[in-house]
């Protein structure tokens, strides 16, 4: 693809994009294909100027000659990272907060006082209809403050004041949800697997295959300090397996054939072969059974999104086993006196 360099020093290097406009996906797939090149240790992409900021190690030809080969139609991205980048939702709330602060400005520069004065009244609606809806549930909350503020303002004819009340309020509520969004996008980038390609066992050979095209049934292999990106059986091989992100637990975990694995966790030592049982949206959930401690009664375990009860039965079974063993104790040491 077609590009400019715009500024180029040791480390750092700012190209333009020979292209009239770039959508959301486009820049996130600009930049997928630019994190994967070797010597890349971070980089940016622009949408709204069709830049990206490439910070790098090494040499730059690697990097130039690797974006004379780009193209977007031949880059295969996974859908969960084109899905989770949060790129469209920050440019929409920036776009949000910008305009709101420039109606803000406009309508005090060029509107009369006195259609600033209707303005602001029509808005306090709003404010003091949720503040009276609060009262007349019993409660005592912030709606009711923000009501009372403005509503004051209002009635001592300081519309400046009420107006200025309700902006800054609804620059809070733009950026609480803007924040809350952010949070929730955040943690499903760090929850997904980035796994983007998966060694697929074939009749005589291993093939690197793009996740998607992995099948229920299919047997794909995985090496040390790997992610397991699917739900399966182990057919083959033997390895220790970090679980922490699903269960909690420090120690590695010792997996051989017929060993259930799930998504997420990771090889540490050794390698397996595994029989994928569930392929797609179902990984990380599909799993019931779980070997667990003997704990008292009523305790609970929250595993993978899955809580977890031991029964009374179990725990009356150990108990009893317990018991017995004590008693055998006993008798071998009266025994032995």
Known sequence: MKFYIKHSMTGRLRVHMDMKHMSFKQADILEYYIKNIETVTSVKVYEKTC?????FK???AQIINELKHFTYSQVAVPEDVLNSSGREMNSYYQDKLVNKVFLRAASKLFLPISVRNVVTTVKSVKY?????????????EVPVLDA?????SILRNDFNTA???MFLLGIGEIMEEWTHKKSVGDLARTMSLNVSRVWLKTADTEVLV????IKNGDEIIVHVSNVIPFDGVVVAGEAMVNQASLTGEAVPVSKNIGSAVFAGTVIEEGG???KVKQSGGNNNVSYKKLTLPAKKEGEIFVVGGLI?????????????????KDKKRQKQVRGST
């Open 51 to 55: 830049d990206a900021v490439i910070e």
């Open 58 to 60: 090494g040499d730059k």
């Open 128 to 140: 003091i209809g949720s503040g009276v809806k609060t009262l007349l549930k019993g409660k005592m």
């Open 148 to 152: 009372t503020a403005i509503g004051v």
């Open 163 to 165: 107006g200025s009340v």
């Open 210 to 213: 793009p996740v998607n095209e």
């Open 272 to 274: 397996l072969t595994i």
């Open 308 to 324: 977890i009860k031991k029964k009374k039965k179990k725990i009356a079974e150990a108990e009893e086993n317990g018991r017995k």
